[in-house]
Nanobody
Framework: QVQLVESGGGLVQGGGSLRLSCETS????????MGWFRQAPGKEREFVAG????????YYADSVKDRFTITRDTGKNTVYLQMNSLKSEDTAVYYC????????????????WGQGTQVTVSS
């Protein structure tokens, strides 16, 4: 059973920062690209960021470019999402994902999903 375990969500003031973490098995981490989606209440799931299995390619949604950074730590089988300059519109449940197309904005193209972690940005 594939597991993607997110952590790091919480409540933060606007303009603040949070770092999300997602740990998975070595098999998944070495074989797949990793990424993050988010879903706000009443909205569809939205691609946030993706990173290739090698870490050499990174992809970002326009709405988070220059504020969020995705990285991966091979030694820990963990992918991170550093979120800076947070805005109220960043409030959502954030999902860690794994798949073969790390730049895919269509959620159907991602193979594995975590349970999600809540990020709330107060204005």
């Amino acid at each position: 059973q594939v597991q993607l375990v997110e952590s790091g969500g919480g409540l933060v003031q606007g303009g603040g920062s949070l770092r999300l973490s997602c740990e998975t098995s070595g098999r998944i981490f070495r074989s797949y690209g990793m990424g993050w989606f988010r879903q706000a209440p009443g909205k569809e799931r939205e691609f946030v960021a993706g990173i290739s299995w090698s870490g050499g390619r990174r992809y970002y949604a326009d709405s988070v470019k220059d504020r969020f950074t995705i990285t991966r730590d091979t030694g820990k089988n963990t992918v991170y999402l550093q979120m800076n300059s947070l805005k109220s519109e960043d409030t959502a449940v954030y999902y860690c994902v794994a798949g073969s197309e790390p730049g895919a904005s269509d959620p159907r193209l991602w193979d594995y999903w975590g349970q999600g972690t809540q990020v709330t940005v107060s204005s």
